[in-house]
């Protein structure tokens, strides 16, 4: 599902801008005072962990802005601690990425991180495999080792948010090319068999249609 007629909404201040990449192709500019919005996802796995036994991988092509601060690349409520999900986040030339279900976590981190220049980041989660985190084509960071957590009611966040944190705080100055989810941890080599849920969200496919729809793709 390529979402050419979708609801992601873009927040902030300024209308939002797009670029021409080096493959020919465009990306959505976000400019530090912009965020992505995908709204309530619940009912599906990247909207709720809980409801994907096979794990998840997000796949995306991005360009940060280095930067000394904190920045959110993207969350869905991992770094709240009343709640659950998942969150990236960029820091000092290092990118951090913490799952979290009800009763565990998960966290990895990846140094000398560059900015100013298109990376392919994949992040890959299962309860049984761990957590993985690739850059280009290699993996920089590899942990099956989860810490408990303390036992309490964690709910599920209502939005998934693309260059903020889930509070719409701490945004990323960044330009995005492309963004998937699929309901699985998977590889190039194999994909789980059957009717695995996959989300795309094409921002050289969609960019055009943000300059006609009052900042609503």
């Known amino acids: 599902m390529v979402t050419t007629d979708g609801s992601i909404i873009v927040r902030g201040s300024g209308p939002p801008v797009q670029v021409s990449t080096l493959s020919g192709g465009k990306a959505l500019v976000l400019s530090g005072s912009q965020y992505l919005s995908l709204g309530d996802l619940t009912d599906t796995c990247f909207g709720d962990l809980e409801k994907s036994s096979l794990g998840m991988t997000i796949t995306l092509s991005v360009k940060l ?3 000394t601060s904190t ?6 409520g991992g770094e709240i601690p009343s709640h659950y999900g998942y969150a990236l986040w960029y820091s000092k030339n290092y990118l951090h990425f913490r799952v979290n279900n009800k009763i565990k976590e998960w966290v990895a981190s ?3 991180i560059r900015g100013d220049e298109f990376l392919r980041i994949q992040m890959k989660w299962s309860s049984q495999s761990g957590l993985q985190l690739i850059v280009g084509s290699e993996v920089k960071a590899s942990t099956k080792t989860c810490a408990s957590r303390v036992p309490q009611q964690y709910t599920v966040f209502t939005d998934l948010v693309i260059g903020g944190s889930s509070e719409k705080t701490k945004l990323c100055e960044m330009t995005i090319e492309y963004i998937s989810f699929v309901c699985a941890f ?6 789980p068999p059957g009717n695995i849920f996959f989300l795309i969200i094409d921002l050289r496919i969609i960019v055009q249609h943000l300059f006609f ?3 609503i793709i």
């Open 213 to 215: 729809s009052e900042n």
């Open 110 to 112: 990846v140094p000398d």
């Open 71 to 76: 920045c959110y690349v993207l969350s869905n």
């Open 65 to 67: 802005t280095s930067s």
């Open 186 to 191: 998977v590889n190039d080599t194999y994909f």
